[in-house]
C-alpha cells in the first residue's frame, strides 16, 4: 500500500457541495473522513455518494452511548459499509462487545468495516486528563488501557496519538491497526492538536493511517500540500 493510501483526509466541511468540489480537486486522495460536522448536515447519504466515487470512508462518529443505542448505530453504519467507525472506549467492555458484534451480524465473521476505539482525543493533554477529568494514572498508561480493552472486546483496532503509538504496536502486536490524527508536517501550524507529530515519525512509530487535515484542506494549493506530504515521507 503506498504512503499515498495511508493518509486520510478530513472532510471538516458542511455541506455536500463542499466536500464533493473538495473529493474532486483531490483525485489522489483514496481515503476521506466524514466526521461529525458534514454527517450531521448531509447524513448517511454522503457516505454513499464518496463510496459511489470509489472512495474509501472513514465515519468518524466517536460513538458514546449505552450499549444498544451503539451497537443500532453501528449496524447501520455496516449497511453504508464505512471502512472504519469510531467508538470511544470508555463506553465500557458491553458497549464495546455489543457494537463489534453488531458488525459481525450485518457483514459476517470478517467485517468490511472495521471498529476503532477511541483512546484519548488528542486535543487533551496530560493535565487535562489528571485536573479536568480526574483520572489518576499517567496519559500513556490510560491510552494503552484503552486499546488493550478494545482489542480484548475484539475490536481490531484504535485512534491514538502518534506519542502513544509506539507503545501500542509493541504491547498490542503488529496485527493491530493503529489511526493516529494529531499529525502535523514540520512546515504546518499545531492548531488544536496537543500531542501531534511529523507524518514520517508517526509512521515509524507504528501507525497505519494517518489524519491529515488543515494542512492539506487549508494550503494554498491542497493537492501540493498532499503531494508534499508524501514526498516527505517517502523521502
Request: net charge negative; hydrophobic share 45%; charged share 20%.
Amino acid at each position: 500500500m503506498s504512503i499515498a493510501d495511508r493518509i486520510i483526509v478530513p472532510l471538516d466541511v458542511q455541506t455536500r457541495q463542499a466536500a464533493l468540489a473538495l473529493v474532486d480537486f483531490l483525485p489522489q486522495v483514496s481515503f476521506w473522513k466524514v466526521g461529525l460536522e458534514l454527517f450531521v448536515s448531509e447524513g448517511p447519504q454522503i457516505v454513499r455518494e464518496l463510496k459511489a466515487r470509489h472512495k474509501r470512508v472513514f465515519l468518524d462518529l466517536k460513538l458514546h452511548d449505552i450499549p444498544n443505542t451503539v451497537a443500532g448505530a453501528c449496524r447501520s453504519a455496516a449497511h453504508l459499509n464505512v471502512d472504519l467507525l469510531t467508538l470511544h472506549a470508555t463506553g465500557g467492555r458491553r458497549a464495546l462487545q455489543d457494537a463489534q458484534a453488531a458488525l459481525v451480524e450485518v457483514q459476517g465473521e470478517n467485517p468490511q468495516t472495521r471498529l476503532i476505539a477511541i483512546t484519548l482525543l488528542t486535543s487533551l493533554n496530560a493535565r487535562d486528563l489528571a485536573f479536568d477529568l480526574k483520572v489518576p494514572i499517567e496519559l500513556p498508561q490510560y491510552a494503552l488501557e484503552m486499546a488493550l480493552l478494545a482489542r480484548d472486546c475484539g475490536l481490531p483496532g484504535a485512534v491514538c496519538s502518534p506519542h502513544e503509538a509506539a507503545q501500542l504496536r509493541e504491547v498490542c502486536g503488529p496485527d493491530f491497526l493503529l489511526v493516529c490524527p494529531g499529525v502535523r508536517p514540520t512546515w504546518a501550524a499545531k492548531g488544536d492538536q496537543q500531542r501531534a507529530m511529523s507524518p514520517a515519525e508517526a509512521f515509524k512509530a507504528g501507525a497505519n493511517y494517518l489524519v491529515i487535515g488543515r494542512p492539506i484542506t487549508t494550503a494554498p494549493d491542497p493537492a501540493i500540500a498532499f503531494q508534499r506530504i508524501c514526498e516527505e515521507v517517502d523521502g
